[in-house]
């Protein structure tokens, strides 16, 4: 047949292979194949059912990414499915792994499902700003009824194999050998003399009601998902499924899944999917370069962090030695992490015995000495280069020969707290964003001497934890902080100039950020920055304005959330953010001392100001070689600091604004605003003015 799908007989059951590892994607190769396979056995009377099966670990798990940029080659997704519907004798699917997107398109075109336990059904499309093209939209309402699909398609979360049989996707379940089964499964039908029972005859559940249905999935989207199409176009999708017949419904289909495909949001999901396959690739790296061993994990620092880092760990079945100064600190923190646990074990995600075994493998000490035998010890004390560097000293005194030493700062040269060791190359930045046992990003900080297999070693155990590691080198506050500086700036400043902390939160929010900025720090604890900030004093600008704000609420002890007030009120036992009248008050008399014009900034110009601020940023980050490539930027802003997903990322985000439009609003605010602060990035005045962007920049260096 071809290299990657075979026909073979087993008596009157023809079973059809695909055996493309590592996963099965249904690459043109594929589809090549199996419209071979399916062609050969139309009109052989030998042939009585069939049964579409996978070779290795799952069945088709789903289209191939990669052609969204190049387009589908022939033959196309539509034409293999109706090729495997139009079958004049049974086809039974023989289910198992991750069936998902065109895997379960091509499952649904099946007329029956035979599943193993374990194995997840999904369309996730929609979490890639698309939809399903292959026939999705207006096989699964057909298959599974009208309600079921739209939860199914909307939430882009995948089935268990119980719950596909309750809505009628999976005919049976089976505990082992799936493909046995399912050619067991085509003998019967044939016995019975059941033929084909294909999805796009089918009558739609729930048809009848389908106005009011979508009607309110719409409604619900507007609500939640603010800024973005593809559900909406999803629901246009289905709408045809109900109004057309299957033939006119597949042909609107197609005709809203090219558009998709072409927006702005579904090219940012797949610039995010591809960018995070790209992480793994760093200068001077080699290709076989083997990491060190991480069997034993030491923490220093029992707070928030520290707790938070030291499940990551135990999560991973990895044991931890968490260390801190003072046992009432040591209670705390394990307190707060069973605490955690708790809760994990009241919402369901979690079992008492895992629970049990988790808290098992953290093990508490006051000395130091305990950490003798962890491959890699990671510091994670508050922001203090004296505090560190001296942790450090004890840390290289007791550590082992070659376990790899990292610290959590989120700002602070990791090069100076290196040199205070003897093993500068075991020495790297390891900074997890809180709360640490949540938050997907790892930024991980090279730091001059860190050794190649040190950073690959911080890159695997990225991976063994669950989260997404970005490399960073050394500079102040690294990718992601150092670019919160210039857009918290620019709020803190909005903010004086007469627009109130709920106006450019909401602004910052409209855009698609998670939170506003002003209330993250306020969730974070406004001293936090502060004391940073106080800490670097000689070389901030000569500017009285300069994040005052927040320094005005840390000097009355308004500090946030903690202490139930700070750029906004959280009264009452639910602690939602409220307005804070007197804050608000205090930050006129403030702009008025200090001189500050009541420019009273849009929301637009909110907007412009702290985005464009940040990405100005991110140009000189890329020029300064502190990241590697503009993908990695977005990565750490839409992994761990909110920023829209379907926009793809600050650096994806100019790109789509156009270099040459953010170039000149930043010339139009170093006339309007304080020139100190808006002077185009070289690399961004640079590309912005030969009409080039981010993406082909980085393009241009990785040819």
Known sequence: MSEVVNVSMQGEVAVVTVGSPPVNTLTREVRAGLKAAFESLRGNPAVKAVVLACAGKTFLSGGDMREFETGVQEPGYHEVLRLIEDSAVPVVAALHGTVMGGG?????????????????????????????????????????GLEPALDMMLSGKPLTVADAQKVSLVDTAVAADVTAAAVSYARALVAEGRGPRRTREMAIAGRDKAGEIIAARRAAAAKTFRNRNSYNVLLDAVQAAVDLPFDEGIKRERELSNQVERAVEGRAFRHLFFSERELRRIPGLPADLKSRPIKKVGIVGAGTMGGGISMCFANAGIPVTLVDAKQEALDRGLATIRKNYDRSVTRGSLKPEQMAQRLALIAPSLDYAALGDADLVIEAVFENMALKKEIFAKLDAVARPGAILGTNTSTLDIDEIAAVTKRPQDVIGLHFFSPANVMQLLEIVQC????????????????????????????????????????????????????????????LEDFGMAMGILAVYDMAGIDIGHLTRVERAHLLPKDPSFYRPTALLTERGWLGQKSGRGYYRYDGA?????????????????????????????????????????????????????????????????????????????MFYADTVGLKVIYDKILEFRKTLDPQYWQPAPLLEKLALAGSSFAQWQAERKA
């Open 448 to 507: 001059a001497k860190t050794a190649p297999d040190v950073v690959m070693t911080a890159l695997d155990v990225a991976k063994t934890i669950r989260k997404v590691g970005v490399v960073a080198k050394v500079c102040y506050g690294f990718i992601g902080n150092r670019m919160m500086d210039p857009y918290g700036r620019e709020a803190e400043r909005c903010v004086l100039e007469g627009a109130t902390p709920e106006e450019v939160d909401g602004a």
């Open 104 to 144: 379960l398109e091509t499952a649904i075109a099946c007329h029956y499902r035979v599943a193993q336990e374990g194995t997840k059904l999904g369309l996730p499309e929609i979490t890639l700003g698309i939809i399903p093209g292959a026939g999705g939209t207006q096989r699964m309402p057909r298959l599974i």
């Open 574 to 650: 639910e602690r939602k953010r409220t307005p804070d009248p007197e804050a608000i008050a205090m930050f006129v008399e403030e702009a008025k001392r200090l001189g500050v014009p009541q420019r009273k900034p849009s929301k637009q110009e909110i907007q412009e100001r702290c985005l464009y601020a940040m990405i100005n940023e991110g140009a000189l980050l890329l020029e300064e070689g502190i990241a590697i490539r503009a993908s990695d930027i977005d990565i750490v802003y839409t992994s761990g600091y909110g920023f829209p997903r379907y926009r793809g990322g600050p």
